[in-house]
């Protein structure tokens, strides 16, 4: 067997596990701030709860899933997306008995069988957030000021655009399906082949179609949802508008932001950016009041969003932010040069390391050049030098990595150190 990982898969390596890790860590600690907690939700799901849940006119549930068949003939699929799992746990641990409104966020790996480019693989990390329990659309407004915020604290705000809409309820949205239907129909022959099937599964999604020859045939449309929208949806859709105004959180209404998942109902949003490519969606949501009942649920108002934590990471590195990780612990390197002081080496990294510090240390007998090497490698801010001489005259050498200042201190100081700090202060 060859040792090869599977096609659209990654392998991730310091220092982009870092990364990631950073931006899921400032993404919760905003979503905490507005009162959400977070919950793991399993890989795998019975398929019902996707197929359900999203529709199975979709093309997630209709080519992306990873879908088989368990030994004991259960047809199980792997989660690739999040918000049908969180409403499963939602109905079955009967959240909605327990407070009126429910805030919760979740994160994890997806998995779709689509064809990898760059911000598209087969496996990708999401962040996601949902509220239960509130029709109004100051909830709306909630949801995407906490998106925004995230934005806006991660350092995209100027690099990214967000794009509002309303798709109405199901028989709103079904009646601009028939005339989107009765006007694409005659031209049929010029859209592309994925597009001329959902002219008879889901139209909507030729709206958002990135291919040239359904951009200009759909830019001839004469019509919009919102002159489909009832009384109701366009006060909805209003009242969201003004609120996101009072809060000075930029928005442009787009009339094909769309959504590809069916659980949809009124807002719609994306946040998108330019420097990606075709793959411009950073983060999108909205409202979903009736999917919660389709899966087994009592009536429940929800709306929520999720992030492609690839897609904020690629475009962090196309405008140059530099991620700095708050409250990350430098790295304190301890070289050693001779037999007695590998050993008093092993001992001093104990010592630091039970204090909270994060310290490497060489296994074996090398050279002071190879160590100091491996130090300016692993990002040192500072290394603590002893050799068998210095360990008998019970002093050691500590170098500031950043300057390349060395100054010289007695043992017994190490004993004397709490965290990096005092490192800082010394040196």
């Not at 999203?54 to 209709?62: A, K, N, Y």
């Not at 004469?222 to 949806?233: A, C, G, M, N, V």
């Not at 708050?326 to 001779?338: N, S």
């Amino acid at each position: 067997m060859k040792a090869a990982r599977l096609h659209g898969f990654k392998d991730i390596f310091h220092p982009e596990t870092e990364k990631l890790r950073l931006v899921q860590s400032k993404t919760k600690e905003v979503f905490e701030r507005f009162g959400f907690s977070e919950i793991i939700i399993p890989i795998l799901e019975l398929s019902g709860v996707y197929s359900t849940g999203l529709g199975d006119t979709t093309d997630i549930v209709q080519k992306e899933m990873y879908t088989f068949e368990t030994k004991g003939g259960e047809w199980v699929s792997m989660r690739p997306e999040g918000t049908a799992g969180v409403v499963r746990a939602f109905i079955e641990h009967s959240l909605y008995r327990k407070s009126p409104v429910t805030k919760l966020y979740y994160s994890g790996e997806m998995f779709r069988h689509e064809k990898p480019q760059e911000g598209r693989q087969r496996s990708f990390n999401q962040i996601g957030a949902e509220l239960f329990g509130s029709k109004d659309p100051l909830a709306d407004s909630e949801i995407i000021a906490m998106l925004w915020l995230t934005i806006t604290e991660l350092g995209l705000s100027d690099h990214v655009e967000l794009e509002l809409n309303s798709i109405g309820k199901p028989a709103e949205r079904n009646r601009y399906k028939k005339a989107l239907t009765d006007f694409l129909s005659p031209k049929k022959d010029s859209l592309c082949e994925n597009c001329q099937n959902r002219l008879g599964t889901n139209p909507l999604r030729i709206l958002d179609c990135k291919t040239g020859t359904c951009r200009e045939v759909t830019s001839e449309i004469p019509f919009s949802i919102r002159d489909y929208l009832s009384k109701q949806s366009s006060e909805h859709l209003d009242a969201l508008t003004s609120s996101l105004g009072e809060k000075s959180i930029p928005y442009r209404l787009n009339p094909r932001i769309v959504r590809g998942l069916d659980y949809y109902t009124d807002t719609v949003f994306e946040v998108t950016t330019d420097k990606l490519g075709s793959q411009n969606a950073v983060a999108a949501g909205g409202r979903y009041d009736l999917l919660v009942e389709r899966m087994g649920g009592p009536e429940t108002p929800a709306v929520g969003f999720a992030m492609g934590v690839e897609r904020i990471l690629l475009l962090l590195d196309k405008i140059g932010t530099r991620r700095n990780s708050p409250g990350k612990k430098q790295l304190v390197c301890i070289i050693h040069i001779g037999d007695e002081a590998r050993g008093e080496a092993a001992r001093i990294a104990d010592s630091l390391r039970k204090k909270g510090m994060r310290v490497e240390t060489e296994y074996e007998n090398k050279s002071l050049k190879s160590q100091m090497r491996k130090a300016n490698r692993t990002g040192a801010g500072y290394s603590v030098i002893i050799g068998d001489d210095e360990l008998r005259k019970k002093v050691f050498s500590l170098r500031n990595m950043r300057t390349g200042e060395e100054k010289t201190f007695p043992l017994k100081k190490l004993a004397d150190l709490r965290g990096h700090g005092d490192f800082r202060k010394l040196l």
